[in-house]
C-alpha cells in the first residue's frame, strides 16, 4: 500500500512540499532565486539514490501568488532536486539539494 507523501517546510530556504494525492507532491519555491528576481525557475529532480539520480528532469515552474510552484508525481518513493532560474544559477541547499519521501 503506497503512503501519503509528507509534506513539510524549509522556511529558512523557501522550499515547502505538500502532498498532492497519493502519488503528487506539489513544491513551492520562494528561495534564492526567487527573492532575487528571477524571471523563471526550474526544478531539476531525479528519482532514487540521491547521489546517483535516475530519470533526471528539468521543469518549468510556474508563477502563482504563492511562489513558483510546480506539480510533480513520484515515480518513485524517493526524489530528490533543486532549482535554477534562466541565466543558469543554481539554488542546490549548499549541495544537499532537498528530498521528498513517499
Same mark, same amino acid.
Given at each position: &500500500?503506497?503512503?501519503?507523501?509528507?509534506?513539510?517546510?524549509?522556511?529558512?530556504? #523557501?522550499?515547502?512540499?505538500?502532498?498532492?494525492?497519493?502519488?503528487?507532491?506539489? *513544491?513551492?519555491? !520562494?528561495?534564492?532565486?526567487?527573492?532575487?528576481?528571477?524571471?523563471?525557475?526550474?526544478?531539476?529532480? #531525479?528519482? #532514487?539514490?540521491?547521489?546517483?539520480?535516475? !530519470?533526471? !528532469?528539468?521543469?518549468?515552474?510556474?508563477?502563482?501568488?504563492?511562489?513558483?510552484?510546480?506539480?510533480?508525481?513520484?515515480?518513485?518513493?524517493? &526524489?530528490?532536486?533543486?532549482?535554477?532560474?534562466?541565466?543558469?544559477?543554481?539554488?542546490?541547499?549548499? #549541495?544537499?539539494?532537498?528530498? *521528498?519521501?513517499?
Amino acid at each position: &500500500m503506497r503512503q501519503l507523501i509528507q509534506g513539510w517546510s524549509d522556511t529558512m530556504k #523557501g522550499v515547502e512540499v505538500k502532498p498532492s494525492g497519493f502519488s503528487d507532491a506539489s *513544491i513551492i519555491y !520562494n528561495g534564492l532565486l526567487a527573492r532575487s528576481g528571477a524571471d523563471r525557475v526550474y526544478m531539476h529532480c #531525479g528519482f #532514487g539514490d540521491p547521489k546517483s539520480w535516475r !530519470n533526471v !528532469n528539468t521543469i518549468c515552474m510556474d508563477r502563482t501568488a504563492r511562489g513558483w510552484e510546480l506539480t510533480q508525481r513520484m515515480q518513485e518513493p524517493l &526524489m530528490s532536486f533543486c532549482f535554477k532560474d534562466s541565466a543558469d544559477h543554481w539554488d542546490n541547499n549548499n #549541495g544537499y539539494n532537498w528530498t *521528498i519521501r513517499a
